[in-house]
Structure formats: structure tokens, C-alpha cells
């Protein structure tokens, strides 16, 4: 259910990203399809549990599952909230990799030291891509958002710790 829903969406995505409707379509639906399947869908309790002895409660500690355990969430909105809940840590990580990535070819370009001196030329880069190449701009500046979270700082030349965010 929910990778037709992402793939839905995917394609009506790349319909209207850019002016590229079938190139968009090509790449954002079978995206959302993926990230729409691999949404966790919670047994409705008419199937059988899974006979994995991984899963064994007594085998894994009895550590009660947050899904299916006594304040689980009943209806089909609260499981998709709880599913989006679980995505967005990994989805954080990911941009954080990304960023970490565009941090390492500045400092490959030699960029790195004018930047920590003048934070402000991040933003400079990021203009100058959404003028220039406008996909590599909104990756830019969506992974420099998801940076702020980690902490990005000049002292460590911008690149985040992504086993903490920031508090």
C-alpha cells in the first residue's frame, strides 16, 4: 500500500520538479515506490506471528516491541506517524553523509580554508549552485539544513559527528 502511495507521489513529483515531467517521473517514482515499501507495516493481527526464534521474546531478553506493545497506536494514521517517526533519524543521517561528502571536496578543491574563515561563503556556494545547477543547489542547501542539526562548525572544518545530533 504504501509503496504505490510513494510511487504516486514520485511521479506526480517529477511531473512537476523542473520542467522534466517524464525524466522526473522515471526517477522520483520508482524512488517513493522504494521508500514507500520499505515503510513497516505492523501484522493487523489476523496473521500468524513470524516463527523467526530471533524474535522469540524470551530468546531477545523479553524487550516489548513499541509497535505492538500496550500503548501501541491503533489506527492507520498513528502507524504511518510512528513509521515517519522512525525514518527521519535515518533520513537525517543520510543528508548528514551527503554534507560530509560536499565538505571533503571542498577541502579536496581547496576551498576549505577561505570557508572556515568566512562561514558566510556556504551560503555564497549555495546561491551560486541554485543559479547555475539547480538540483545540486537544493541537495546543497537541504543537506547544509540537516548539518545545522549535527552541529556544523567551522572549528572542525564543517564536517558533522553523525552519532549525536546536536541538543
Not at 61 to 77: Q, R
Not at 112 to 141: C, D, Q, S
Amino acid at each position: 500500500m504504501f509503496g504505490g502511495l510513494g510511487g504516486l507521489i514520485g511521479i506526480s513529483t517529477g511531473v512537476v520538479a523542473l520542467g522534466g515531467g517524464v525524466n522526473g517521473a522515471i526517477v522520483f517514482g520508482p524512488i517513493g515506490f522504494v521508500i514507500g515499501w520499505l515503510m513497516p507495516s505492523k501484522s493487523t493481527g489476523t496473521e500468524a506471528p513470524p516463527a523467526n526464534p530471533l524474535l522469540d521474546p524470551e530468546l531477545v531478553g523479553a524487550v516489548p516491541d513499541p509497535v505492538d506493545g500496550p500503548s501501541a497506536p491503533h489506527g492507520d494514521y498513528q502507524r504511518v506517524e510512528a513509521s515517519l517517526s522512525e525514518m527521519i533519524p535515518i533520513i537525517g543521517r543520510i543528508l548528514g553523509s551527503v554534507w560530509n561528502l560536499e565538505m571533503k571536496l571542498l577541502i579536496a578543491v581547496g576551498l576549505m580554508p577561505y570557508i572556515v574563515r568566512h562561514g558566510w561563503l556556504l551560503f555564497g556556494i549555495a546561491l551560486v549552485l541554485l543559479a547555475v545547477v539547480f538540483p545540486l543547489g537544493i541537495v546543497f542547501t537541504v543537506t547544509g539544513i540537516a548539518a545545522m542539526n549535527y552541529g556544523a562548525e567551522a572549528g572542525n572544518r564543517f564536517i558533522i559527528d553523525l552519532r549525536w545530533p546536536a541538543t
